[in-house]
Every structure is written in structure tokens, then in C-alpha cells.
């Protein structure tokens, strides 16, 4: 499996909770989004990592969601203090992209987030 | 105005038939644009990049129309396998942040 992998599926929390979702992306691909897809929508610009480093977070609705990737590699969205209306699927993405040409982006499954 | 706008359908067509979907992007200094399939509860992956030529796939043609800021897909002969929701990506800026934007999706619903 040489895809792009997300940890968990789903997940479940209680309103006011902490979540944390874990992209796995392919092997040397140097750029990894977040995007947050609800219902009948496209997916939503959240975060945009070239290497180790966010090139862009304008994405981030607020400061309850942070994202990190300390090595270059896997990346974390951290999700404080949740509420209802974070319910989405968060959906994580890899590409080739240099920083100077786009290219194709490769999707993980997504996790399916749930706040009750 | 929406960045991408794409008609939400669905687009309820017979087998064998012709489809065609419209993009529209407000952002005149998009320089890359891409169809991506989504199916029911699972990721978007992608079609096909469109190029200011056009460009074919089998029965997926997609062309762009820089001038009135639109891009499109057209599917021929379609088949059963074609129901999913397709996905317009307007990439803003050949510098700098690659943030693409993606229209909210188009349903086809194709019926045997």
C-alpha cells in the first residue's frame, strides 16, 4: 500500500473534546494538504505543508485547529475544544508539488469525524 | 460570487447517453484546472487535467474557455460505472501557495 493513509476512519468525540488525526502520506511526496469535506460539498481548503513547514494555513477556520508535520513526513490536525459544527470528513493530501508547478494530488481515505 | 461554482444536479441520464458538465471561476489568474471523481463516502481521485487545447480521455473530453472562465466535461456513451459526483479543481497562481479550490461537485446518476 503505497497510497496515502488516514488514522482513524472515524471518530467519535463529545462536544468540547480534544481530536487528533493522523495522515500517513506517499513515500517522498514533499507537499501534504488538509481539507474538511461536509455533505454535498467540495472539500475545504485547511492547511498546506511544502516539507516540514505550513506554506499556507489561511484554510484553519479558527485557533482550535492546529497541524503540524515535524519530520517532513506524517502530519497531525489537532482539533481543541470541538464542537458540532467540526463534524465533517477530514480528507489528507500528497503531491510532488516543488513549490514552483502543481501537481496531482493523491487522497486518503478520509476520517470521518462525529461531535456529539 | 463562489470561487468554483459547479451546478450541484444530479444529472439523471439512461445509459449510453452524452453528459455535459460547466465550471465557472471567478479568479482570472488561474493557471491550472482538473476534473476529480468522488465516489459515495470515498476520496476524490483524479480524471483528468484540462488543458487550454483540450484534452481526451476514451469518452471523457474536458476543455477550457479562458476568455468566459469556464472549463468542462463532456462523457460519451455513458455507462453505469460513470455515477459519481465529479469534482472541478481551479488552481489559483502558477507562484507562490498552491492552494487549489474545488467546486462543490456535480451528481451524475447514470440509469441502466
Known amino acids: 500500500g503505497a497510497g496515502v493513509s488516514q488514522t482513524p476512519s472515524n471518530k467519535v468525540t463529545e462536544k468540547g473534546k480534544y481530536v487528533e488525526l493522523r495522515c500517513d502520506p506517499i513515500s517522498g511526496h514533499t507537499a501534504l494538504y488538509w481539507y474538511r469535506q461536509s455533505l454535498g460539498q467540495g472539500p475545504e481548503f485547511l492547511i498546506y505543508?511544502?516539507?516540514?513547514?505550513?506554506?499556507?494555513d489561511s484554510g484553519l477556520p479558527n485557533d482550535r485547529f492546529f497541524a503540524v508535520r515535524p519530520e517532513g513526513s506524517v502530519s497531525t490536525l489537532k482539533i481543541q475544544r470541538t464542537e458540532r459544527g467540526d463534524s465533517a470528513v477530514y480528507l489528507c493530501?500528497?503531491?510532488?508539488?516543488?513549490?514552483?508547478?502543481?501537481?496531482?494530488?493523491?487522497f486518503g481515505p478520509g476520517t470521518r469525524l462525529t461531535v456529539l | 460570487r463562489k470561487e468554483v461554482e459547479q451546478d450541484p444536479g444530479p444529472f439523471n441520464v439512461p445509459e449510453g447517453a452524452t453528459v455535459a458538465f460547466n465550471c465557472t471561476y471567478s479568479n482570472s489568474a488561474s493557471q491550472s484546472f482538473f476534473w476529480y471523481r468522488q465516489d459515495c463516502r470515498k476520496e476524490p481521485k483524479l480524471l483528468m487535467s484540462v488543458y487550454s487545447s483540450g484534452n481526451e480521455d476514451g469518452r471523457f473530453t474536458a476543455q477550457l474557455n479562458r476568455a468566459s472562465q469556464y472549463i468542462s466535461l463532456l462523457i460519451r456513451d455513458s455507462k453505469l460505472s460513470d455515477s459519481a459526483t465529479y469534482l472541478c479543481?481551479?488552481?489559483?497562481?502558477?507562484?507562490?501557495?498552491?492552494?487549489?479550490?474545488f467546486g462543490r461537485g456535480t451528481s451524475l446518476i447514470v440509469h441502466p
Open positions: 493530501a500528497s503531491s510532488s508539488d516543488s513549490g514552483s508547478s502543481y501537481n496531482e494530488q493523491f
Open positions: 505543508f511544502q516539507g516540514t513547514g505550513a506554506a499556507d
Open positions: 479543481v481551479v488552481n489559483p497562481t502558477s507562484g507562490g501557495s498552491y492552494i487549489p479550490t
